[in-house]
């Protein structure tokens, strides 16, 4: 249980980064597209609509912010400023990476890819983080599987409340 409490505050960088494009492009307006309009050669475009400049600026900024005050805050959560900075941007380039896929398999913007849209970022977080440093003392294979199960579930219940306030179009 200890545990699994650590590996949600080592992760809670990478939920911000997740969540916070969401709130801004409500609120901002439609924003710009990261990949500019380019369509690839399958006639899909290379990310689509729903990965904007404002929304990676956003959620790099906040996650970077959530990383760095809890590196400063909470000693021993991560073991230097890389693996902080890592895990929002890992979130950042998974949930990038995952719109690509999407695409890729001829999914809409929007359209659901299950899996891959509750954990791609998180994955690509950890991945990421995990590269230099390595798993941190909490990550034995129970708990990692825990943190997955945690994440989906957050992912599923945060986008139904986003869908509720009216954040969403879709309640998935
Ligand atoms: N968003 C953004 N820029 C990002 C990530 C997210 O602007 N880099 C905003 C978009 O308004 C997007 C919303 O956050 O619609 C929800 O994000 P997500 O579910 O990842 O995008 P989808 O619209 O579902 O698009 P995709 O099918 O590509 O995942
Ligand atoms: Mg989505």
Redesign the pocket.
Known sequence: MLSLLLAVIYVLPAYIANGT??VV?RIAGP?HP?DMGIVMRDGRRL??D???I???AS?LSAGLAAAFLSHVFLPGVYRGLLECGLIPVGA?AG??L??FL?RRLG?E???SAPVL?QLGFLLMALLLAWIPYGPPGWADPPTIILLLLVTALLHVSTNALAYLAGLKERWY
Do not use: C, F, Q
């Open positions: 494009p969401v492009l924003g990261l990310l689509g729903g990965k904007t404002e929304g990676l959620g950042m949930d990038i995952g719109s999407k999914v913007r929007g359209g849209d």
